[in-house]
Each structure stands twice: as C-alpha cells, then as structure tokens.
Nanobody
C-alpha cells in the first residue's frame, strides 16, 4: 500500500483543518487506517483509527469531540477533520495502514510521509 497525504499547514488556535490520505494498492493486509501524530521530543501517538468496512471509529482521549475521522471507500481515502485546534495539537501527522485498528504504531505496516500541522496563537 502507498499512502499519500495532503492538507496540513498553519492553523490559528481554535480553528479547523482537514488532512487527507489516499491509500493506493490496498491488499488483504490493509484493512484499517489510522492517524498518528508526533510532536517534537515526543513519541508518535495514536489519534484516530477505523477499518474500511466497519462503522466504529476510535479516538484518542486528547482529540475526542474535536477531531473526526472519515473515509471514502470509493476513492480509497481517509480524512481527519480537526476542529478547535489547540497548541497541543501541533505535530507531524501521519496516516497509517494495517490489518486492524490498533493504538500502537507497531500494528501498522504502511505509513504516509507525514504532514506538519502548526498552530498559531
């Protein structure tokens, strides 16, 4: 699977931003997608995840109620809508592909190159 990300950039605190990720060449082992993020000096952390077929979406507590993950199966795309963005959300965001939805980065075998989200005050 190849993951190509778009979106990201600078957003004002309290504002919104949408990230996109297209997953081309999905195979039997690419049944789920997730978003992770990594802030400077911190470990990469799970943000949200979902499978391509099931309705349930999983969120990290830090983003629950503010971020929304969605998918467009026909386009092989997933999105991360980020609302009420705060300084704590500034990080490089990665989309990831794996066999199932998990919260650990080791559970994913395909990764996008990452996109920077910068929050301005």
């Amino acid at each position: 699977v190849q993951l190509v990300q778009s979106g990201g950039g600078v957003v004002q605190a309290g504002g919104s931003l949408r990230l996109s990720c297209v997953a081309s060449g999905r195979a039997y082992d690419s049944l789920a997608m997730a978003w992770f993020r990594q802030a400077p000096g911190k470990k990469r952390e799970f943000v949200a995840g979902m499978s391509w077929s099931a309705p349930r979406i999983y969120y990290a507590d830090a983003v629950k109620g503010r971020f929304s993950m969605s998918r467009d199966v026909a386009k092989d795309m997933v999105y991360l809508q980020m609302d009420s963005v705060g300084a704590e959300d500034e990080a490089v965001y990665y989309c990831a592909s794996g066999r199932g939805v998990g919260r650990r980065e080791g559970e994913y075998h395909g990764w996008g190159r990452g996109t920077q989200v910068t929050v301005s005050s």
